[in-house]
């Protein structure tokens, strides 16, 4: 019989995310990006989940949207980072793919293809990762104009926020500001600019199409909040089985490093989950999980295949209980704070060595 760690994905709470990005987002329609082999929840099973409800889906790459067709789906699909060889624009035209398109050399793709798919314009307004500028936008929309199949198939145009997270700054408001310049003379033309973060921004501008990522999956995008705070749902619970327990006197250490050591007698326990797992080994002693409804601690060094917890607070725990690492009781930013980094992490670095149980 294999272990029982597992992670149980639910697809209910996927659809009242993507419900709630729809609440906030006013009139702009809501496209549901399922990139990351959909953020680490499997990109068929978000993308069937969400096949009643999203009229478009958005990945990075062509072969995260060839899944998407794999799986039976027939929504317009956005590459949010183009596409990477040439002979891909016609593949695009013939499966319904939208490319985002944010360098010269992929117009001159573009230009040459037999077959044109719809696309859209990438605008850097200040992330300073991929786009054109937007002082150099009219430019390039003007030699677009030239051949009317190519104009015919423009979209519109997309940006991203460096910022959003933190409703403090005034980075996204000046990249509104400079995205709302640049596309002025095409008001025909679709906009998109709001990331999950976005949506949670007072008076926010999201124009046409906003593009929820990491809030479908019940993960804050947000600095300093949890999901659970924000009224998102948990989609992936992490959890594994307690196979070890044991009193340690006090003096005693545990694990790798010996940095861990009880301060009086305490109550421990082993569970099957490691790194090897995709759980974070730089997730130190204090990091919550939780068994039995009652919320515990770990304590030492996380190994390959295994993690301590102190079961001080969690007397009734015993072998074969299920440990939640995250979920609905943990949240994942929770975790995601312990060890230094963010719940998009996470989410994605669950190892395949752990079934998605739907």
Request: aromatic letters at 6%.
């Amino acid at each position: 019989m294999p272990r029982s760690t597992v992670a149980r994905i639910d697809t209910s709470a996927i659809r009242h995310n993507y419900r709630m990005a729809c609440e906030r987002a006013g009139s702009a329609r809501v496209m549901a990006v399922i990139k990351a082999d959909g953020y680490g929840h499997g990109i068929a099973a978000v993308a069937r989940a969400l096949a009643d409800e999203a009229p478009r889906y958005a990945v990075a790459c062509l072969e995260e949207a060839l899944a998407i067709r794999e799986a039976g789906l027939s929504q317009p699909v956005v590459l949010l980072q183009g596409i990477h060889q040439r002979d891909d624009m016609a593949e695009c035209a013939r499966r319904g793919f939208h490319p985002v398109l944010h360098s010269d050399y992929q117009l001159d793709w573009l230009g040459a293809a037999a077959e044109i798919p719809a696309f859209w314009l990438k605008v850097n307004t200040g992330m300073n990762r991929l786009g054109f500028p937007a002082e150099s936008l009219a430019a390039r929309v003007d030699a677009l104009s030239a051949k009317p199949v190519l104009q015919s198939a423009l979209q519109g145009f997309v940006t991203h926020f460096a910022c959003a997270d933190d409703p403090a700054s005034q980075v996204t408001a000046e990249q509104t500001r400079r995205f709302s310049r640049a596309v002025a003379p095409w008001p025909h033309l679709e906009k998109s600019v709001g990331n999950s973060a976005a949506h949670f921004l007072e008076g926010q501008a999201l124009f046409d199409w906003s593009r929820p990522g990491i809030m479908l999956y019940g993960g804050s995008p947000m600095i300093g909040q949890t999901g659970s705070e924000l009224g998102l749902k948990a989609a992936m619970t992490l959890e594994a089985p307690l196979i070890a327990t044991r009193l340690l006197q006090a003096g005693d250490c545990v694990g790798y490093g010996a940095t861990w050591v009880a301060d009086r007698d305490t109550r421990m326990g082993m569970v099957a989950v490691g790194y090897g797992d995709g759980y974070p080994r730089h997730a130190g002693t204090g990091t919550p999980a939780a068994i039995r409804g009652k919320r515990i601690r770990l304590i030492g060094r996380v190994s390959m295949d295994m993690l301590a917890v102190d079961l001080s607070s969690a007397p009734d725990a015993r072998e074969g209980d299920a440990v939640e690492l995250w979920g609905p009781q943990v949240s994942v930013d929770e975790v995601a704070a312990h060890a230094g980094t963010i719940g998009y992490e996470l989410l994605t670095g669950v190892t395949a060595r752990v079934p998605r149980l739907y």
